[in-house]
Every structure is written in C-alpha cells, then in structure tokens.
C-alpha cells in the first residue's frame, strides 16, 4: 500500500506542476493580434463553366 501512496503523490505533484504552468502561463503572457490575410483563389469562389450541368428548358 506504502508504494501505491508514493505513486499517486507522484503523481499529483506532477499534475500540479502542469496546472501551476498553465496558470502561469494565462497570467504573465498577453497574445499580440495581428491581421491575417488569406487569399482564396478566385477558382474556388467562381469556379469555370464545364458544361456538365446544363441549364433547365424553360
């Protein structure tokens, strides 16, 4: 039993140590925004005429 107590101490101090790094880390660093630019190609937007569909009879 002694060894399963040292394992989940273990354990615990190192889950500790990651959530204290986490709080750590949201307090002292500010992200900087910034512009994202991104350029979608005008294929994607208005892709060219196959002539697979065919417009409906009217």
Request: no cysteine; hydrophobic share 50%.
């Given at each position: 039993?002694?060894?399963l107590?040292?394992?989940?101490?273990?354990?615990a101090?190192i889950?500790?140590a990651?959530?204290?790094?986490?709080?750590?880390?949201?307090?002292?660093?500010?992200p900087?925004?910034?512009?994202?630019?991104i350029r979608i190609?005008?294929?994607?937007i208005n892709?060219?005429?196959?002539?697979?569909?065919?417009?409906?009879?009217?």
């Amino acid at each position: 039993m002694p060894t399963l107590f040292r394992l989940l101490a273990v354990l615990a101090l190192i889950a500790g140590a990651i959530y204290g790094g986490m709080v750590a880390l949201v307090t002292f660093v500010e992200p900087q925004p910034r512009d994202v630019t991104i350029r979608i190609p005008s294929e994607r937007i208005n892709p060219p005429a196959t002539g697979a569909i065919k417009p409906a009879k009217k």
